[in-house]
């Protein structure tokens, strides 16, 4: 099938082009939100094929992935197209509501025409769908193997526009955890982050590649996850795939991601930072836990059943 989606985030892309199907990436000069096309730091097969405006006003289309409101008149604009009435079309939701969760309405709710895939069971609970047709695809890695050394007693965060985002991702706890080790923050617009707590020993490491960045993460002794209110946020299931021991806010999807053996879940930030500080100090414990880690969310988050699920999904809607 010819599958038409924008590249939005492009850790979920990463997984989503490895399938069967021709992926058809919308791109344009500036390479902006609207035509980002092919990702520039991760690697991606050859069935991820960038076109212009003007290859895909022509091109043969069977879906669209939608994965933001606007991509419906993007589509529209791109292929004369109208999703979900002249052009079969999945819409993915990747976030939380914003605002007053509980009484936050999705804005594709009570119509049949584009049903929602969420990417997490936490999303599909908090979000008000009304009668619109939904189901769960869980998130998936492709394995980058097992890299974890653990040499720097050090704690690895990933955060993309950590001062931007603030307490939505934890931003306001890292200086509590820098008090058990030294934290590392990688992710985009991260290098301000050292010059905003330049009382703690926090680093900002921005722009990393994404094989560079894991290289990096496996490094540090512990992977913490700070989000309050997020999507699962896949830097998490990354640190356990290359085998480091996590320690995560019990928020979202981290409770059911996170086997009992793979690390520590809890809202007690007081046990977290215990947990940070033990890990460190431990490095068999941090070793040992660590490969427990990876082998649960192999087996729980592994790619197979990702794509199985989605291709089902797709052919489903094209069907009718």
């Excluded at 914003?98 to 908090?126: E, K, M, Y």
């Excluded at 001062?163 to 290098?191: E, H």
């Excluded at 009382?199 to 993460?217: E, F, K, N, Y």
């Excluded at 007081?270 to 660590?290: K, N, Q």
């Amino acid at each position: 099938m010819k599958v038409l989606t924008w590249h939005v985030h492009g850790s979920w892309l990463t997984s989503f082009v490895q399938g069967r199907d021709t992926y058809l990436l919308p791109v344009n000069d500036e390479r902006d939100a609207e035509g980002r096309g092919r990702a520039q730091t991760w690697d991606w097969p050859a069935n991820a094929v960038e076109l212009t405006a003007r290859e895909l006003a022509d091109a043969p289309l069977d879906i669209v992935v939608l994965q933001r409101p606007e991509e419906i008149e993007l589509t529209k604009k791109w292929t004369g197209r109208t999703p979900g009435r002249d052009l079969p079309a999945v819409y993915v939701e990747h976030n939380t509501p914003g605002g007053d969760a509980c009484r936050t309405r999705h804005p594709l709710a009570d119509q049949s025409d584009i049903p929602i895939v969420h990417v997490t069971h936490f999303n599909r609970l908090a979000w008000d769908c009304g009668s619109t047709p939904t189901r769960v695809i869980e998130h998936a890695i492709v394995d980058p193997g097992y890299r974890y050394t653990g040499e720097l007693q050090r704690t690895a965060v990933a955060i993309n526009e950590p001062l931007r985002r603030g307490r939505a991702v934890g931003t306001d706890l890292l200086t509590y955890f820098a008090g058990a080790a030294p934290l590392d923050v990688f992710g985009m617009a991260t290098d301000g982050l050292s010059q905003a707590f330049s009382d703690s020993p926090i680093i900002g490491i921005a722009d990393l590649p994404q094989d560079a960045m894991h290289d990096q993460l496996a490094r540090r002794r512990v992977y913490l996850h700070t989000a309050r209110w997020t999507s699962l946020g896949l830097s998490l299931l990354e640190a356990m795939y290359l085998g480091m021991p996590v320690v995560a806010l019990a928020a979202t999807e981290a409770p059911r991601a996170i086997a009992p053996d793979a690390g520590v879940v809890s809202s007690d930030l007081e046990s977290l930072r215990d947990a940070v500080r033990t890990f460190v100090h431990e490095p068999e414990l941090a070793r040992d836990v660590g490969l427990r880690a990876r082998a649960d969310v192999t087996q729980r988050y592994g790619l197979s059943r990702f794509l199985d699920q989605w291709d089902a999904a797709l052919r489903e809607s094209v069907a009718g």
